[in-house]
T-cell receptor
């Protein structure tokens, strides 16, 4: 069974731009979560989607948004990028109450 | 809010020896899950082991085992017969159980960098 895939793997943007990251979960997994990983803050929860509905949201500004499609694929969007948004963005999928499995991440650099 | 603390930023171990990584957590929930994830230089987060809080028996996966002390809110990871491939960042993580209305987000510790010396 294929694992969680994330695209793109690397991204370079400039301040003020916006970016969209994509995540395809493991087949059969309906829950997708997003995490931001930085050296200073560590791993922080962004949001979780289940059956196209946002179930949880972390403590991030409204510039961070996401959505989930009917095939469980998810996208997250960051608008008006800031230097501090440079991070590894990890996506994880799971079945109900099961373990979360992570994708390889998207490394975003904001210049 | 739940918190997870890993008090050892770095650890090292000789190949073939045993090492224990520490993790403590704080929660008011009685039902939850605990995990250890490994993140090698590739940055891929890999599940090492999982423990359900309602289970008294400590989880084991091959060379990896945990010491789960619910009353003390402690969840340490023991790696036996350490191998060079075990070198990575190890993250302890907590997740509440939805059945108790808990958030199902993962709360991570800051991580422990494990070095394996040949």
């Amino acid at each position: 069974k294929a694992g969680v895939t994330q695209t793109p793997r690397y991204l370079i943007k400039t301040r003020g731009q916006q970016v969209t990251l994509s995540c395809s979960p493991i087949s059969g997994h309906r829950s997708v979560s997003w995490y931001q990983q930085t050296p200073g803050q560590g791993l922080q929860f962004l949001f979780e989607y289940f059956s196209e509905t946002q179930r949880n949201k972390g403590n991030f500004p409204g510039r961070f948004s996401g959505r989930q499609f009917s095939n469980s694929r998810s996208e997250m969007n960051v608008s008006t990028l800031e230097l501090g948004d440079s991070a590894l963005y990890l996506c994880a999928s799971r079945k109900y109450q099961e373990t979360q499995y992570f994708g390889p991440g998207t490394r975003l650099l904001v210049l | 809010a739940q918190t997870v603390t890993q008090s050892q930023p770095e650890m090292s171990v000789q190949e073939a020896e045993t090492v224990t990584l520490s993790c403590t957590y704080d929660t008011s929930e009685s039902d939850y899950y605990l995990f250890w994830y490994k993140q090698p230089p590739s940055r891929q987060m890999i599940l090492v082991i999982r423990q359900e809080a309602y289970k008294q028996q400590n989880a084991t996966e091959n060379r990896f085992s945990v010491n789960f002390q619910k009353a003390a809110k402690s969840f340490s990871l023991k790696i036996s017969d350490s191998q060079l491939g075990d070198a990575a960042m190890y993250f302890c993580a907590y997740r509440g159980a939805r059945t108790q209305g808990g958030s199902e987000k993962l709360v991570f510790g800051k991580g422990t960098k494990l070095t394996v010396n040949p």
